[in-house]
Structures are given as C-alpha cells and as structure tokens.
C-alpha cells in the first residue's frame, strides 16, 4: 500500500505541481496549518517546531492522517487536528490559512493541499511552496523541521524533544501491567525489536542473544504494535530462559507507552518512532543504526546513545528521506549486522551505571 501511494504521488503529483501558480505573498496572519502526514518518529521530532510557533503567537493547526494523529492528540499547544480523510473538512477549509508549512519531505500531494489551504506556503526545495527551503541532510531532523519556521523570522535550535501528555488513565492501566515487574526490585529494560514496513532492514537480529545476556540480571519488556507481535513471539521462541520476560506487544497504545517509558531504566530500539517517543519521554535510550545516519534521526537530548556501524560499509546510509528513497538491501541489511552484541552490553553497563 505505501509503495502504491508512493507511485501515484509520484506520476500524478508532479503533473498537477506543473499546473499550479506559484502560492500567495506572506501577510501578518497568525493562522498556521502544520502539515504531518505519516510516521510517528517525525510527528514527534516536529513538536519542538510547533510548540516554538505557538510561543510565538500563532494559533496552529494539523493536518493529519490515521498514521500520525496520536502524537498530536494530547498536546496541549495545538488548537485544532484535521484528518485528511474528512474531504469535508478539507474543503471547509479551502484557503482558509494564512500560512501552511508542510513537514513532509517529498510527497507532492502535502505541497498540493497547502497551495489549496493557505495562503502562503513553506516547505522544501524539491517541490513548489512561495518559500522553498533547501533541505540539509547533514543536521538532525528536528534543527530541519526549525528550519521551516526561520522565513517567519524565527531562529530556534530546541535542547531536547517534547514529551507527550499521557492520562491517569494510561497510568492505572500500566502501573497493574507493570506491578509484579516492580516488587522484584530488579532494573527494567525496554526493548523494541519491531519495525515499520518502509525499511524493515533496518531491524537488529541479535536481539535473542541480547536477552539471554540480560535476562538474569533485569527484567526486561518487549514492546509493540499488534503487527509486531510476531517478532517478538519468535525472539521468546529462541530463548534459552523466559524467565524475566514480559511481551507487551497489542497491550499498550501511545499513551500508555509514553507513561511506560517513565517507569523504566533503559529503552533499547531499532531506529523506529518508540525510539524517539523514549528519548521525548527521557528514558535514557539506547538507538541502533545503520541504514540511517544517527547525524539525521539519532537520539535527541542527553543521556542516550546512538550505536552505528555502517560507516564500514559504501553503501550506509542507503536511506534519504527527504528524497523518498527507500531501497531493498541487496545485502538483508549487513550494517545491522555489524553491531555486535557485545558493544550493546557495554553501552547498557554504562547508560545504568
């Protein structure tokens, strides 16, 4: 499904880019519409951005799929959420803003709705806005996102990422999952082994050896997705020792993860969006790299660690977001590979010493 919508936005997407005028003046308005289309790694990496604008007097908006609007429904610096796939509210909406800055980093049909929404529009170099930005491949991702906000004459580099507004709620229903774990008074480890379908080689596979290593010592908690619960029953298969392990894979939505991540003492992941929702949550966090460069989407803020190997390989970085490159390895992602288990066990002695 993603490389079908990929495909149409490709070919469809440029054709209708050719036929639009170029997007209004800038005026004083203080409407803003944020367009955060997918993923939830950078729905999180662009609220440092969005609460900065808020700061600053704006009133915001956002513009959001299924995919995104967990991040942005308990925030308390957004005014309103609008699904793209309510067309009525879209239409309702048709030129209504005075400013669209759209995140997004290569699909066309984001810069078409904020031609149709705004008035004015900022977004990146590779399709059509009234300001095109230059994206830079060699920052991290949250100082690009603040890069959308300087033609409004606002320069700001955040010091870490914004934690989300979990419920009591979320708190009942994780303290009971979480109670046994904690009269053991052993230290609880996090791991997230899954990964999102776009890039699945960017997953670790010594996660097993991993755990036999670790599970004698702390407890530790598989976490994910109802998808991913698959990989986490096949790590439990491979395991010399179940004891000290709990699967909460399908148990916990967002919220109940972000409160999760409070009660813990160490996060482990792939490079996926819990990895970044633990670092925003600040768990000390430990985030594997390889097909993506640490310097892009590493860990924000203190007290984590990015561990990446792939510089042994030409091919690493392999991944460009900004340009929607997602190539298949030719070889079943080699750079994971070259992160040692070893090197992990040491980087956790040293995160919980």
């Known amino acids: 499904m993603i490389s079908f919508i990929r495909m149409i936005d490709k070919y469809i997407g440029n054709l209708i880019l050719f036929l639009l005028p170029q997007n209004k003046k800038l005026n004083n308005g203080k409407n803003i519409l944020i367009i955060r289309l997918w ?6 990496l662009t609220l440092p951005m969005i609460k900065k604008l808020k700061e600053e007097g704006y009133n915001i908006n956002i513009l959001v799929t299924d995919r995104s609007k967990s991040v942005f429904e308990n925030v308390n610096f957004i005014d309103d959420i609008i699904n793209l796939k309510n067309i009525f509210s879209i239409i309702k909406n048709l030129n209504k803003y005075d400013i669209a800055i759209d995140t997004e980093p290569y699909l066309k049909i984001s810069s078409i709705i904020s031609w149709w929404l705004s008035k004015f529009s900022i977004g990146w170099d590779n399709r059509k806005y009234s300001i095109n930005l230059k994206y830079n491949d060699k920052i991290h991702t949250v100082n690009n996102f ?3 906000i300087e033609p409004l ?3 700001y580099e955040p010091k870490e990422l914004i934690p989300l507004n979990y419920k009591n709620e979320n708190k009942i229903k994780v303290n009971d999952l979480i109670k046994d774990i904690k009269n053991q008074n052993k230290k609880i480890i996090g791991i997230h082994a899954g990964m999102a379908e776009s890039s699945p080689w960017r997953s670790w596979k010594n ?3 991993l755990i036999n290593n670790l599970n004698e010592k702390y407890n530790i908690i598989l976490t994910g997705s109802n998808e991913e619960k698959k990989i986490n029953k096949s790590i439990i298969l491979t395991l010399n020792n179940i004891n000290n392990i709990s699967d909460f894979s399908g148990n916990t939505n967002l919220l109940d993860l972000s409160y ?3 009660q813990i003492d160490l996060f482990i992941s792939n490079d996926t969006g819990p990895m970044h929702l633990s670092a925003a949550m600040k768990c000390k966090t430990i985030g594997l790299f ?3 460069l640490p310097e892009r989407f590493g860990l924000y803020g203190e007290n984590n660690i990015s561990i990446y190997e792939g510089k042994k390989l030409g ?3 392999c991944i460009n977001v900004h ?3 997602f190539p298949n390895c030719p070889i079943n992602g080699k750079c994971m590979d070259l992160i040692k288990v070893n090197d992990v066990l040491k980087k956790i002695e040293e995160a919980l010493s």
């Not at 993923?39 to 999180?44: I, Y």
């Open 39 to 44: 993923t939830l790694g950078e729905s999180l």
């Open 146 to 148: 603040c890069r959308l």
């Open 153 to 155: 004459n606002i320069k």
């Open 207 to 209: 996660f097993p050896e």
């Open 260 to 262: 999760l991540l409070t």
């Open 290 to 292: 390889g097909p993506n």
């Open 315 to 317: 091919c690493s970085p």
């Open 323 to 325: 340009k929607g490159s």
